[in-house]
């Protein structure tokens, strides 16, 4: 059992709608990671978010919004997204400092229409 | 540049052999580097780390690191067709200024253990 959790584990919307993506970590980690994986690449970093400040990937589009509430939580909001944005969306916590592994949840697999 | 590159295979292999992975960075401020096995329609999962130059073994994985050489590699024995998996290399590039990772991925090797 993954100790690192992401709802939902599908999720298939359209162009115009909005939604969010959870990640939620019971490891005790204060840091916490968005990845994007297309099918047969490998994960590309999104953001990343410890000692409370968030740091973001340049290339990552304004469509794509993270917010931590505290730091066990770790939200993904999508707004108007292109069918290209469909992925495999992965969220990954560890401790903060820069030796320590990172532990990955299931993922979300997000379509886009 | 900041590169991690892997063959992409796939690397095939008799079970029970010896399966050889390897990986090379470009950045030589990398300071800690990760083996990650990713089974198809699967998230990640750590296999090992290794920091500091030489070999570190864990039950059937030994990785090896070579700083000077900058290359990493991940030998499997006894290899089991459950090994069959992507094994994606993970290079920490640059510690941020919130003491968060970076880490990049290198594309993968996939390796198919045949019974």
């Known amino acids: 059992d993954t100790e690192v959790t992401q709802t939902p584990k599908h999720l298939v919307m359209g162009m115009t709608n909005k939604k969010s993506l959870k990640c939620e970590q019971h490891m005790g980690h204060r840091a916490m990671y968005w990845y994007k994986q297309k099918a047969k690449k490998p994960p590309e970093l999104m953001f990343v978010y410890s000692y409370e400040k968030l740091s973001i990937n340049e290339s990552v589009p304004s469509r794509f919004s993270p917010e931590c509430p505290n730091s066990s939580l770790l939200n993904l909001h999508l707004h108007a997204l292109q069918p290209e944005d469909s992925a495999l969306y992965l969220c990954?916590?560890?401790?903060?400092?820069?030796?320590?592994?990172?532990?990955f949840g299931p993922g979300t697999r997000l379509t886009v229409l | 540049q900041k590169e991690v590159e892997q063959n992409s295979g796939p690397l095939s292999v008799p079970e029970g052999a010896i399966a050889s992975l390897n990986c090379t960075y470009s950045d030589r401020g990398s300071q800690s580097f990760f083996w990650y096995r990713q089974y198809s329609g699967k998230s990640p999962e750590l296999i090992m780390f290794?920091?500091?130059?030489g070999d570190k073994e864990d039950g059937r994985f030994t990785a090896q690191l070579n700083k000077a050489s900058q290359y990493v590699s991940l030998l499997i024995r006894d290899s089991q067709p459950s090994d069959s998996a992507t094994y994606l290399c993970?290079?920490?590039?640059?510690?941020?200024?919130?003491?968060?990772?970076?880490?990049?991925f290198g594309p993968g090797t996939r390796l198919s253990v045949l019974p």
């Open positions: 290794i920091y500091s130059n």
């Open positions: 993970a290079v920490n590039l640059v510690v941020l200024d919130n003491y968060g990772q970076n880490f990049v």
């Open positions: 990954a916590s560890s401790q903060e400092g820069p030796d320590n592994e990172q532990f």
